[in-house]
DNA sequence: TCATGAATGTAGCAGTTGCTACATTATCGG
DNA sequence: CCGATAATGTAGCAACTGCTACATTCATGA
């Protein structure tokens, strides 16, 4: 297990770093060998085709990003979804979080043209968000609570790319606004 | 005015049928060129460069987005926020507007790469949302009120785009119930 | 009619793409 | 030490990229 996996996990880790700084969709197997120190013939070697160094990227991207969402926000109970959201928010803005968001977009849009490798990994990521927010909601915290938080959360993302920070933040404080007086409105 | 104009329009126009359908940014010149019944060489004639091509095509989507936005939602005063964002969720996810989706979401993805173009044409598309949306809430309906439902509305974008529906359906539903008893609340 | 400009066709260039064929070196078990 | 397998280097192919040079046709006004 320890020399081609390392092997591959090294390269991994340097092809990542350039992919956080130029993008997914857009790289092609020469610079991302340069950015490896190795030549496109070995990535061939090594994943077999350019479906598959994305495909390993992709998922070694997915975890460094989970992982990255644990360090930015602490595994604690927030007393509202605006708290959480808002905390979140925060670190989504963070600088070193800017080429994970821009990968995750580039994620998104190429799940919408139809690239199921992305709409996979994606909807992967999705899912272990979710509980990841469920599991920072006060303890009465149903489900659909983390799944409309997290929406919104999709919406901030978007309106800050475009450069509309200012819508997103209505709807951060609208969500404030409406969970302020305790999540659990006991449905309905 | 004329002759010029309408034959850039009739490029733009096939072009734009292509898009909708194949992607915006791994659009290429002789593709393009092919679908317009003319050559590579005439678009760059005509528009310049590729980027003064995928400029026109921009702003000519963005006029056809939002001109298909109000075929699809009328313009009429609805009872909530709640119901105004179940229609056009419902809209969205017409297959008609899946092209739009696609390209819509592309847009995004390019903006975050900080293609400053697409970056003008996305916030453009925005700011008119914005007004559309206050157009169809109730009278006493705050614009804050229209940017939290818009971006909530991206959020539900992305959801679809990785085929989690389910959740975007989560923050539909919230925002229909917070909503429900009257969109003005007086504030705070 | 004819000259001038717009409009279009043909060929091609230099660069990048993913990928392959072939040869060479490195490593390690017997 | 040696033979097999893994690992890597070198060269290149065919397709595609945006774009250009050059030649030609077309239309239109003087």
New binding site residues.
Partial sequence: MS??NR?RENLLTSMAAHVLEHGLTT?????LAKAAG?????L???FG???G?IAALLSYLAEGFTAGLDAMVPPQRFTSQGALLTAIVAAMRAPMAAGYARVWLEIVAASARGEVAYARTGGAIIDGFVDWVQARLPEGAQPRDARALLTVLEGVMVMDAVGHGDVADAAVAWVCRTSADGSGDGGK
């Fill in positions: 020399g081609i092997k790289a092609s197997l020469r610079p190795t030549s496109d013939r070995m061939i070697y090594h085709d350019k479906e160094v």
